[in-house]
């Protein structure tokens, strides 16, 4: 349920319609718009509404109809901005999150991140804990690699994010990273979202490998409902019946995601597309179709990369769609990293 006030409730209206929600046993959350103040009640199924909305200062009461409460836009209509630092993630810049699939090498993760720092990301991505579907393939460097990536992060003076697989590994992830990722094959470790929801750090959460939108947002739901307000989605791309990219990349999730949730959404094109020749061109229209930022795999040698190198950017690559992504965001009222970027190796 939701609890507009009206345009002119004092603060002394507003505490006593919150006072009276907690009697009833809710869970109340007070959001304060441009003209409006908002509560966002949770557990008000079995309350009337016109109770609530006879109190003093009350302008309307709504129910909410949609399973996710707490993600919801109802619940919220302003946007939410996750903020780490300086970098704002859901304001008005599109942010850039860039790096290796997985550390490999401290040369490999330095490079990547001096290329993806100079090209105007904010944010490093890299994996020290890889889920993969082969147990023979490369399963990351573990703290190792976490090592790598924060050494790497701080002398390019750039913000974390790195995936946490496992309730066993938030302590230990939390030491290094700014930002905890949960992939796609976690959306529904409901004990893993559950911790999180405790966890004092941002989540990226991305979709499901066949997930919807709904499940997307209850997943969500999960992180929010342990008091953890600071969500980020991301959407990867689903599995359908085609075959010719590694998933199918849902360009339409992105407003409709915006229309149902005040929570930010980034997109991840080297996940949808799995193959570097289409990164770029999904980027793009992730942008043009209102994404808050993009997660993109950036290798300083992509060939002799030890996971995900086929969809791995050269770095030449990744500074051309930047460049590019900067004339786009503009023409949607979007900024993105204004810093210079250096224009050599643009050839491949």
Known sequence: MVVVMNERATEAQIDAVIS??????????RSSGVSRTVLGV????KIDPELIGILDGVHEVLRITEP????????????TVVS??????????????????????????????????????????????????????????????????RSAADAHTLKLVSEVMDISQIELIAKYCDIFQVGARNMQNYTLLRELGHATKPVLLKRGISATIEEWLLSAEYILAGGNNDVILCERGIRTFETATRN??????????????????????????????MVAQLARAAVAAGADGLIIEVHNDPDRALSDGAQSMFPAQFERLMAELRIIAPAIGRSICLEPVSRRGWAR
């Open 84 to 149: 780490t630092d300086d970098v704002r993630v859901g304001g008005d810049e599109v942010i850039v999150m860039a790096g290796p699939c997985s550390a490999e090498t401290e040369e490999q993760v330095h490079a990547s991140a001096a290329a993806v720092k100079r090209a105007g990301a904010k944010i490093l991505r890299g994996g020290a804990f890889k889920p993969r579907s082969s147990p023979y393939s490369f399963q990351g460097l573990g703290e190792e690699g976490l090592k790598m990536l």
């Open 248 to 277: 199918t990349f849902d360009i339409s999730a992105i407003p409709v995601v915006k229309k149902l949730s005040h929570l930010p959404i980034v997109a991840d094109p080297s996940h949808g597309a799995g193959r570097r020749d």
């Open 68 to 79: 996710y409460k707490r993600a919801s836009r109802t619940f919220k209509p302003e946007n």
């Open 42 to 45: 949770v557990g008000a199924h």
């Open 20 to 29: 009276r929600l907690i009697e009833l046993g809710m869970d109340v959350h």
